[in-house]
């Protein structure tokens, strides 16, 4: 049986990992120091080293939290599409949160970075490609799939279906938000992923 982390531990892994993530996303990887890190953290410089070695280990650690986001988001998102009874409704809200939990928090920043970086962290690219936008599209097209079997949805391909539904909902935003630092606006990324559902369902709705 594992045994649980200290508290203390646990509480410092915690705060360097939100300054390490913070810190990447204001100066860019060669920007960053375990040093910068540290301090941002209010830890000691040794402490960053015990927890998590140096900065390239930071920096994994920081594309992970996205991953495990995406990999959270993607459960969730498969139990909600499946216990849909009213499509209509309740698929544009749906929508709007998935929007909201790419384009408003850190995942589009961090994503940003990693294409930056893709040179250097060929693997974590792939990794992160597999375990978050790969594995999103794979859990809406399941979703849709069943929604197809209980007569809500006409999805012939689900997977193309959840390639259209993505972006519909985001993927205008997310290619500018590629290249724009600006963050978009929250009113803005809701309206238009509920927009998207509303043009989704009127290609892909019961008939």
Do not use: C, W
Request: net charge neutral; aromatic share 8%; charged share 30%.
């Amino acid at each position: 049986m594992a045994r649980e982390e200290d508290p203390r531990i646990a509480r410092s892994r915690a705060l360097i990992l939100d300054a390490a993530i913070q810190a990447f996303l204001e100066f860019g990887y060669d920007g960053v120091s375990v040093e910068i890190v540290a301090e941002r953290a209010g830890v000691a410089k040794r402490t960053v080293y015990n927890i998590y070695g140096d900065k390239e280990a930071l920096f994994r650690a920081a594309l992970g939290r996205s991953i495990a986001t995406a990999e959270r988001f993607a459960n969730l998102l498969t139990e909600a599409i499946e216990e849909l009874e009213d499509v209509e409704s309740e698929l544009p809200r749906l929508a709007a949160r998935l929007a909201e939990d790419v384009l408003l928090g850190p995942v589009l920043p961090l994503r940003r970075l990693l294409v930056g970086e893709a040179a250097r962290f060929p693997d974590l690219v792939a990794q992160y490609r597999d375990r978050a936008p790969e594995l999103v599209l794979q859990a809406l097209a399941r979703a849709f799939a069943r929604l197809s079997e209980r007569g809500l949805l006409d999805v012939g391909a689900p997977r193309l279906a959840a390639e259209h539904f993505a972006f519909l909902v985001m993927g205008a935003q997310l290619d500018r938000g590629m290249f724009d630092m600006r963050a978009p606006r929250p009113a803005k990324v809701r309206s238009d992923a509920r927009e998207g559902a509303r043009v989704f369902l009127a290609a892909y709705g019961s008939r």
